[in-house]
């Protein structure tokens, strides 16, 4: 099966901060253009652009120039060029992905993304929402305890791998925020519901950019089979997506005291059907469900390894939650604000692993000039964040995982790994509230250590959520002065 991520790059290679990438900039020599590698006939650069990507680009970098600097980040993403840059590139994956670009994530900036940021900011992600919802949170967290706590009985030792466990952790409570169920405990799993987290893996990959995005006119033949993986990972994904929509139909909101994201679009149906169609409800719920699941269970993989591979950073977390919340109850929500190195940690993790490398690409919608440079109309933007959030001239000792150096909290454009400007993810809230709340909890109620003595592997793959190569794997058991706690872990959190 061909690897399309190796393709995740234009013919002509700008770099915003290490580097954009453009669909192609037109040939005007009375108008200033980025430096570049000398590119090949019809493929461009695209021989230069090795797995993973990143780090390609940010080689490319040190031989060409970042030629834009933060400040240029800046002046695209949040000052003048902001909304000439709000837009995204018409890709396969919008249009195979994301029920024809109509999900947050891929749709044109406009009126249609305007009133998705609008239903998604009022009924999943604002101040108040967030509050009705951290019990479920919160639950959810406790539902991983229970099953590491049972792997671990008699208190020993025992092997775990903690991504595909964070993978259900945050699916559960993705799909639980927005749909008011739980679809993956045995007692409720739905057949569509584990085949579309088990297709998450495939459906992140198919993401990036492909060669067909980049060479239109081979669309039509699929010669790597691009648009036939497309078009099956969608199926899985729209069967689950309709059978949440047609089950909150049949039994409304049972006993909760709010409306979940999928029942406030279902009840305002009548008063705009073409907004509310069913595919723009199963388009916000996928792109939710699908974008917090990955990226969150693969920052949290990185937090977790980083703690097992600076022992001093994971006793100082440690003492912390001691401190402020002690060993008689479990951490919650609400302890985290008075938690700072915690939230440290989840800082620290986002800005040496971005959940987005590179990010989904951005589309001039005019000309424009960013940095003394004519930048044409419909040229692909795309940032290095990993590159930005490890140079050296903005960070000390930048490839060293320190959160202390998060306590100013004065990070700037340095440290951007959920985007900025108009196109800046509407989920950053609630994912740093659950990632904290989940390695609060976990360094709360057990000990963890390596395997072995040597040393953790820290290499990154490619891909649009940088995953670790190799996955974690660990040893755990709980905290003597936890078992009480945990042992009182009531029954009906057994998946």
Request: charged share 25%; hydrophobic share 40%.
């Given at each position: 099966m061909a690897d399309t991520r190796n393709h995740a790059a234009n013919p002509s290679v700008l770099k915003l901060n290490k580097f954009i990438s453009p669909s192609n900039i037109r040939d005007n020599k009375r108008k200033p253009r980025p430096p570049g590698p000398p590119?090949?006939?019809?493929?461009?650069?695209?021989?230069?652009?090795?797995?993973?990507?990143h780090r390609s680009i940010h080689k490319l970098s040190h031989t060409y120039g970042p030629i834009m600097?933060?400040?240029?980040?800046?002046?695209?993403?949040?000052k003048k060029n902001d909304i000439v840059f709000a837009n995204r590139p018409l890709t396969l994956a919008g249009k195979y992905l994301s029920y024809d670009y109509k999900s947050m994530a891929f749709a044109p900036y406009g009126d249609h993304w305007r009133g998705l940021r609008r239903i998604t900011n009022q009924e999943l992600s604002s101040t108040s929402r967030l509050a009705l919802s951290s019990p479920a949170r919160e639950d959810e967290v406790l539902i991983l305890l229970k099953q590491l706590f049972d792997k671990?009985?008699?208190?020993?030792?025992?092997?775990?791998?903690?991504?595909?466990?964070?993978?259900?952790?945050?699916?559960?409570?993705?799909?639980?925020?927005?749909?008011?169920?739980?679809?993956?405990?045995?007692?409720?799993?739905?057949?569509?519901?584990?085949?579309?987290k088990n297709s998450m893996d495939e459906i992140f990959e198919l993401l990036d950019l492909s060669m067909l995005d980049l060479f239109p006119i081979l669309q039509w033949l699929d010669p790597f089979g691009v648009v036939k993986r497309m078009k099956k990972a969608m199926?899985?994904?729209?069967?689950?997506?309709?059978?949440?929509?047609?089950?909150?139909?049949?039994?409304?909101?049972?006993?909760?005291?709010?409306?979940?994201?999928?029942?406030?679009?279902?009840?305002?149906?009548?008063?705009?059907?073409?907004?509310?169609?069913?595919?723009?409800?199963?388009?916000?719920?996928?792109?939710?469900?699908a974008a917090g699941t990955e990226t969150s269970a693969s920052t949290m993989e990185w937090a977790l390894a980083n703690l097992l591979k600076h022992p001093e950073v994971m006793k100082k977390l440690k003492a912390e939650i001691e401190s402020e919340v002690g060993t008689e109850r479990f951490l919650d929500e609400s302890d985290i604000?008075?938690?700072?190195?915690?939230?440290?940690?989840?800082?620290?993790?986002?800005?040496?692993?971005?959940?987005?490398?590179?990010?989904?690409?951005?589309?001039?919608?005019?000309?424009?000039?960013?940095?003394?440079?004519?930048?044409?109309?419909?040229?692909?933007?795309?940032?290095?964040?990993?590159?930005?959030?490890?140079?050296?001239?903005?960070?000390?000792?930048?490839?060293?995982?320190?959160?202390?150096?998060?306590?100013s909290g004065q990070t700037g454009y340095g440290f951007i790994p959920f985007g900025a400007g108009r196109r800046i993810c509407p989920g950053a809230n609630i994912a740093k509230r659950l990632m904290a709340l989940t390695m609060g909890l976990l360094v709360q109620a057990f000990e963890w250590k390596k395997i072995g003595d040597g040393e953790i592997d820290m290499m990154e793959g490619g891909g649009l959520t940088l995953p670790k190569v190799e996955p974690l794997v660990a040893l755990i058991r709980p905290r003597p002065e936890m078992i009480t706690l945990l042992s009182q872990l009531s029954s009906n959190t057994d998946h």
């Open positions: 590119a090949l006939p019809i493929i461009g650069h695209l021989h230069l652009l090795k797995q993973p990507i600097s933060l400040r240029f980040v800046e002046e695209c993403l949040v671990c009985r008699g208190g020993g030792w025992a092997q775990v791998e903690p991504r595909h466990r964070f993978v259900d952790l945050i699916f559960d409570v993705m799909v639980r925020m927005i749909s008011g169920k739980r679809y993956c405990g045995t007692d409720v799993a739905s057949k569509e519901a584990m085949e579309f199926m899985v994904e729209d069967n689950f997506l309709q059978s949440l929509l047609d089950e909150n139909r049949r039994k409304g909101n049972d006993e909760r005291k709010y409306m979940t994201l999928v029942e406030a679009m279902l009840s305002q149906k009548h008063t705009d059907p073409v907004f509310f169609s069913d595919d723009n409800i199963k388009a916000i719920s996928g792109a939710i469900i604000g008075k938690l700072p190195y915690l939230q440290n940690v989840v800082l620290e993790t986002l800005r040496l692993y971005p959940a987005g490398g590179l990010g989904l690409p951005r589309m001039n919608s005019e000309d424009c000039t960013v940095g003394g440079y004519h930048i044409p109309k419909g040229t692909m933007l795309m940032v290095n964040v990993w590159a930005m959030q490890r140079d050296p001239k903005l960070w000390r000792d930048a490839s060293r995982f320190m959160p202390e150096r998060m306590e």
